[in-house]
Each structure stands twice: as structure tokens, then as C-alpha cells.
């Protein structure tokens, strides 16, 4: 039975409640069911996503898969790194602190800047630095692969921060006497972190991967500075049918397969979430 | 210095070389004279000419006042609106029982990972309809879809902290909840209500993906840079760049205590 005092405060939430819906959810339902309605004979069709296969959706998706993972990998490796020294006590730690986690706060197109004056087809400053080591500069664009590395580098330098936060409050959270009985049976730093730390450290980065994992699937305004439409992500194809006008419906198809992907993150966080 | 310090600070070294070395890119390109940065081949790491003429053109010469003034709105309109649903919306979730509160922390989880893109497409249909295409208020409204989720769970967390008795003396002597929450629990929560707003307007401030569909005519700032970018006006777009991230810069020193990971993660703690 509700009461009347749990009543007056699910009042207080409802307008957040109607206005996400109306503005997330409504939007969100309308774009998958449009996705299915044909225009030409105004009738339910999967004409959409077939008129969607010339351009190449499944390659889209895979891209989209392949920046992700590389992405959570440089994360997650930076991360580890960082937050294991940041777990130390050690002169200089507060700046130190500050250094790995300000680039949270610099919007995307700023570090989309940042980067594209770093990896430049030509010039640059990462050829300087290749220069310096007496090797030629390289056009940072002329593959698939090294398209993949400059987004995923830049995504990190701006995303890791986050990683590290959550990596941290869980290094914090094993007990220091672990470490104390480990020390004394006489493991080394290596072991003490292959068999401490990481088992302990496990849950915190299945959270940080799955939360990291739906942002990188988002992922849009670096990889449209940095590389344009090519390779295609599922974000920068759903823009490129939009902005184009080729058809807003093709948009409406690519926006649902990428509605699609979110949902098994969502799912997982639900059942993540459950089980704590 | 044993082994481990010795390992730490080379882990320290590193580490802020590969932070600080694209703010330190930015900079050099935004005070150097251009001639030792983009129109060289391997441009050079250090200041070789130190010169405020980027800036000066940059700021002068491009559209920068405009697109400034439209993101200041916006974020603030963002930040007003978030405090002004997320208020409520955190005390009533603070105090509901979980079987009631858990489905509207559900909904507001799932809000916070919707592809940004995938409403904006049809949310600009609508807007064109209701006259809000490209206008400061629509961009806001659907900004603080972001913004929301976020600032209800900082409130949340909050009006927790708030002891129940202060609220049920306040109703004895005869005040509504809402009475309650206007005279008492919003003085006592505004430290968490500032930061909700100041963590909104960043976000805001920040904000690309329903900018470029919602407002692409009259943009804000981060789309005005991109424009700037693909015109090929590298320099204008650095400049905006410095100037658009000092706000940021001064907010996320204000904020240090509040920008803790399980906020950031949208509630990673429930």
C-alpha cells in the first residue's frame, strides 16, 4: 500500500519523471518505431534497414566495437598505473593528483583540438617527437589502424580520469593489513599486485569498464573532429544520414541499431547493480 | 630512495608527461608566432616567439562574442533547470522507501546512458514543430537531460545527510513537506545544490552531440569551434579554446570535494 507520506514525496520526483520521459524515453520510442514505418506506402516495413545496408551499418558497428575496446584498454592500463602509484603516500601526491585527473574537466572539442595539432597528416607534434628520435613523420591518417590509435589516444587523455577515480576508491577500499601479511611472507610489489590487489580490484573494474564501455560507445564528437566520416562509427553515420538529409529514416534505423548496443549496457548495469 | 619510491616517481614522470602534454601543445600553438608551429614540419616544443597576435585575431576577428553569449545562456538556463527538478526530485528520493525509489533511480540510470544521438535526431523534429529549433531554451531542455540524472543523485545524496528528526519537527509545528523543503531543507542542503548547479553548467558548457543537431545555425561555442576546425581556422579555434576552457578550469578547483567518482559514475555507490 503506498501511504500518504510516500505519496507527497514521489510528487516531489514526478516532474523529473515526466520530463525524462517525455524528453528521453518518448524521443528514444519514436526513433525505433519510425525506424520501421516506410514513408513511400506508409505502412510497417524493414525497408529502412535495408536501404541502410548500402552504407554498411555492420562495419559501422564493428568500428564502433574495435575504438571502444581499444579505448577501454589504454584506460584501463593508464588507469591501473595511475591509481596504484596515487594508492602510495609520496611528497608531491596532491599535484600529482591533480595532473591525472583535470583533463576530465576540458571539453571534447578542446582535446579534439589538442590532438589534431598533435597528429597531424603532416607536421605536427608527434613527428617532432618521431623527428627527435630520428625517425621520418608519418601521415597519422593514412590507415585504418593508425586512424583507430589517434582516437583512441585522445579519448583516453580525455576519459581516463575517471577510470582512475573509480579505481582508486577501490584500491582505498582493500584492507592495508593484506598487504602487511603479504610483505611479511615475503611477496614482492608484482605479486603482492597480481594477488592482492587485482582480485580485489576486480568488481571496481567491471563497473568502470561497463560505465566507461557506454560512454565509448557514444563516442562522437572526437572521432568527427579527429577522422571525419571514415572509417564510420554508429554515432557519425546516424549525424552523416542526418545532416546530409539522404533520409531522415536512415538515420532513424542507424539511431535504433545504436539504441540497440546501449541496451545490453544498460542491462548489464541493471543486473550489476542488483547483485550489489 | 628504496626501489619502490625510485619506481613511483618514474610512474609519476611519465604519467604527467602524457597528461599535461596536450594542455602544454595548446598553449604553445596559442602564444607562439604560427610560423614555428602549424606552418612548420616538425614544429618546434619549445616557445621560439612568443607573441599574443593568435589570440588578439582569434578573438577579434572571428565570431567569438556571439557564441560566447549563447553557451553562457545556455549553461545557465541548464544549471536552473536541473537544481529547479533535481531539488525535488532527490529530497523524494532520499526519503521514499527503496521498493519506490529504486524503478526512478532506474529510470534516471538508463537516462544517463541514452545515446545523446539518437534522441537528438528526433527531438529536432519535434522542436522545428514547436518553434524551439535552434533557440537557447530548447538546447537547454534538452541539455539537462544530461545534466539531470547527475544533479538529482548529488541532491539525493544530500538531503540523506540531512537528519529526518529536523524535517519531522518542522511538520509538527504544522509546515506541508513543501513548506518544509522551501523554509529548511533547501538552506541546509545548499552547498549540494550549488555544486548540482555548478556541475550542470559544466556539463552544459561542455556539451557537443545535441548542440550540433539542436542549435546548428546560431551555435554555442563547443560547435563553433568544430566549425572553425573544419573551415580550416586552426587558430581561431585554439584561441576560443583557452578562453572556453578557463571557466572549466576555475569550476573544477571549486568542485574538487564533489567531482568523486561515484557521482561521476551516475550513483556507482547504490
Known amino acids: 500500500m503506498v501511504n500518504k507520506r510516500d505519496l507527497s514525496y514521489f510528487l516531489l520526483a514526478l516532474p523529473a519523471i515526466v520530463y525524462v520521459g517525455y524528453f528521453a524515453f518518448y524521443p528514444a520510442f519514436k526513433v525505433i518505431i519510425l525506424s520501421f514505418w516506410d514513408p513511400a506506402t506508409s505502412s510497417f516495413s524493414l525497408v529502412n534497414y535495408k536501404s541502410l545496408s548500402y552504407f554498411n551499418p555492420g562495419g559501422a558497428a564493428i568500428n564502433t566495437i574495435i575504438i571502444s575496446l581499444g579505448a577501454l584498454f589504454v584506460q584501463l592500463l593508464i588507469a591501473l598505473g595511475v591509481a596504484s602509484i596515487l594508492a602510495n603516500e609520496f611528497r608531491g601526491k596532491r599535484a600529482f593528483s591533480v595532473i591525472t585527473t583535470y583533463s576530465l574537466g576540458i571539453a571534447t572539442v578542446v582535446s579534439a583540438i589538442a590532438f589534431s595539432l598533435i597528429f597531424q597528416p603532416v607536421g605536427g607534434y608527434a613527428n617532432t617527437l618521431l623527428h627527435l628520435l630520428g625517425s621520418k613523420g608519418i601521415d597519422w591518417y593514412s590507415n585504418y589502424y593508425l586512424k583507430v590509435f589517434v582516437v583512441d589516444i585522445a579519448d583516453s587523455w580525455k576519459n581516463t580520469p575517471m577510470m582512475i577515480l573509480i579505481l582508486l576508491s577501490g584500491m582505498m577500499s582493500i584492507p592495508q593489513e593484506i598487504y602487511y601479511a603479504a610483505a611479511i611472507d615475503g611477496a614482492n610489489m608484482l605479486n603482492r599486485f597480481i594477488h592482492i590487489t587485482l582480485p580485489n580490484l576486480l568488481p571496481f573494474i567491471a563497473i568502470a569498464l561497463i560505465i566507461r564501455g557506454v560512454s565509448e560507445f557514444n563516442i562522437f564528437a572526437l572521432p568527427l573532429i579527429l577522422i571525419g566520416f571514415h572509417p564510420p562509427l554508429l554515432t557519425t553515420l546516424v549525424y552523416e544520414l542526418y545532416s546530409t538529409g539522404a533520409s531522415v529514416y536512415l538515420s532513424y534505423a542507424a539511431a535504433t541499431i545504436l539504441i540497440g548496443f546501449i541496451s545490453i549496457f544498460i542491462l548489464l548495469n541493471i543486473l550489476i547493480g542488483r547483485r550489489r | ?270
Open chain 2, 1 to 270: 630512495m628504496n626501489t619502490r619510491q625510485i619506481l613511483i616517481y618514474i610512474g609519476v614522470i611519465i604519467f604527467s608527461i602524457y597528461f599535461l602534454f596536450p594542455l602544454y601543445i595548446l598553449i604553445l600553438v596559442a602564444f607562439n608566432s604560427p610560423k614555428y608551429t602549424i606552418f612548420s614540419l616538425y614544429p618546434s616544443l619549445l616557445l621560439q616567439a612568443p607573441t599574443l597576435s593568435n589570440l588578439i585575431i582569434g578573438l577579434t576577428q572571428y565570431n567569438f562574442v556571439e557564441p560566447f553569449l549563447r553557451s553562457l545562456g545556455t549553461a545557465t538556463l541548464v544549471g536552473v533547470l536541473s537544481i529547479a527538478l533535481g531539488i525535488p526530485a532527490g529530497l523524494g528520493l532520499s526519503r521514499l522507501s527503496y521498493k519506490i525509489a529504486y524503478p526512478i533511480t532506474l529510470l534516471l540510470l538508463i537516462t544517463n546512458m541514452m545515446p545523446s544521438i539518437s534522441i537528438a535526431v528526433p527531438i529536432a523534429a519535434e522542436f522545428i514543430r514547436a518553434h524551439l529549433f535552434n533557440t537557447i531554451p530548447g538546447l537547454a531542455l534538452a541539455q539537462t537531460l544530461i545534466t539531470l540524472p547527475l544533479a538529482t543523485f548529488i541532491l539525493e545524496g544530500t538531503f540523506s545527510a540531512i537528519p529526518l528528526e529536523i524535517e519531522y519537527q518542522a511538520r509538527l509545528d504544522g509546515a506541508s513537506v513543501f513548506q518544509a523543503l522551501w523554509r529548511i531543507l533547501i538552506p541546509m542542503a545548499a552547498p549540494g545544490i550549488v555544486a548540482a548547479f555548478l556541475i550542470s553548467w559544466m556539463f552544459s558548457w561542455d556539451e557537443f552531440t545535441f548542440a550540433v543537431i539542436l542549435m546548428p545555425i546560431t551555435p554555442t561555442l563547443p560547435v563553433e569551434i568544430y566549425y572553425n576546425i573544419t573551415r580550416g581556422d586552426m587558430l581561431a579555434a585554439v584561441a576560443f579554446s583557452l578562453i572556453f576552457t578557463i571557466p572549466v578550469v576555475v569550476i573544477t578547483l571549486l568542485l574538487q570535494k564533489y567531482l568523486r567518482g561515484e557521482y561521476l559514475a551516475g550513483g556507482i555507490k547504490r
